[in-house]
């Protein structure tokens, strides 16, 4: 029996070292497991500050994009007020130019009306006979020269005046249409 006690003793210590063997693994991982456990909060503690650092980055991402596009709808802007300005300065010339022609034309006429008018005064006393052959005389086929050449100018002139109308109205929707624009894009 003394020696199936020896042997108890023998398997009671080996136990026991197995025992304090086991303790001291348990204790070891519940430490690791400690460990790991903290050093997981850490990493999603810095998942989250990373997550919130990346929405920023995107907002200014985008708030860059959007400046990018002010910047180029303001920049288009100043180009098309720079065509509008120049328009207005070449309509501006062209008016200036169509109204120094018509005033030409106007003292053209008004010349030739008195010549005309001075002409019909001088073969005024004729004025119930029937009229004249062209070539009959000088003075009556130059009176019928000047007076088709005012019918032509008469009618240049309506032409004239009908152009510079046009022109005008135009000039008015194009810089009320401009205006528009401009106020439009100052206001927003």
Known sequence: ??????????EFHRMQAQ??????QNYQLSDDLRKNTAELNAVRQKNVALERD???????????KKAQE?????????????????QEEDFRLQNS?????????????EQL??????????GG???????PNPASSPVDGELLRLQAENSTLQKK????????????????????????????????
């Open 1 to 10: 029996m003394a020696m199936s006690q020896a042997l108890s003793e023998e």
């Open 19 to 24: 025992l304090l063997e086991l303790r001291t």
């Open 54 to 64: 990346f929405v920023k980055a995107q907002k200014a991402l985008n708030k860059s």
């Open 70 to 86: 002010v910047d180029a709808l303001l920049s288009e802007n100043e180009m098309l007020q720079g065509k509008l300005h120049s």
């Open 97 to 109: 130019t169509l109204m120094t022609e018509l005033s030409k034309l106007c003292t053209q006429i």
């Open 113 to 122: 009306e008195q010549e005309n008018q001075g002409l019909k005064e001088g």
């Open 125 to 131: 006393a004729s004025a119930a006979a029937p009229p």
């Open 157 to 188: 002139m309506k032409v004239l005046q009908e152009a510079l109308r046009q022109r005008a109205a135009e000039a008015c929707c194009t810089v009320a249409g401009a205006t528009g624009r401009t106020t439009e894009t100052s206001g927003s």
